[in-house]
């Protein structure tokens, strides 16, 4: 009886550490699978700054069609555009990154285009189809920000003697006349 008693003892014993074994299991292969997530998470994040996207790899293929990927933003009072040479026919997508954006930069005009557009966070996307070729002028409504970007045919390479298109009004801009709009910038 006692030799059976004891038995007993030592089966509970096992069943115990059988489970102990079992929870230091599942704790060991939970930390293996999140250190094997962390690891793919930050070489997917070193890869991305290491190896950014080339302005020449931003045209992606949608279900929609293709589409030009441009980015809009101010740098010393004018406006930039990367890529600034975009394919006649073809769709573009211009994000404006407004916290680089100051006052009036924010009221984009494209006249040859028919674009006129504020934008704002959460708003900052704008879109066309430009369907003729050459130089053409991206301003904000007081001509105070000014820029050029290129429409070429297909992969032709942009005209050597721009010739910069639509009109901005005459007078337009911060101080001419009309007192400014307040933004501090200089024409």
Not at 116 to 144: L, Q
Request: hydrophobic share 40%.
């Amino acid at each position: 009886m006692v030799l059976m008693e004891g038995f007993y003892e030592h089966e509970i014993k096992s069943k115990k550490q059988q489970k102990r074994t079992g929870e230091t299991m599942k704790k060991i292969l939970t930390t293996v699978a999140l250190v094997m997530v962390s690891v793919i998470l930050l070489a997917s994040l070193w890869s991305f700054l290491v190896f950014p996207v080339k302005a020449s790899d931003r045209i992606i293929t949608g279900n929609d069609g293709t589409v030009q990927e441009v980015k809009l933003w101010v740098s010393n009072g004018q406006y930039v555009m990367e890529p600034s040479v975009f394919k006649q026919g073809v769709k573009v997508r211009m994000t404006a990154d407004v916290a680089r954006m100051p006052g009036c930069s924010k009221s984009v005009t494209i006249p040859s285009f028919g674009i006129s557009k504020y934008v704002s966070e959460g708003n900052n996307v704008i879109e066309f189809i430009p369907t003729k070729t050459g130089t053409f002028r991206i301003a904000c409504s007081m001509n105070m920000y000014r820029g050029t970007f290129t429409v070429s045919e297909g992969d032709a390479a942009a005209p050597q003697q721009p010739v910069i298109q639509g009109d901005i009004p005459a007078g337009a801009g911060c101080g001419g006349g009309s007192g400014g709009c307040g933004c501090g910038g200089a024409r």
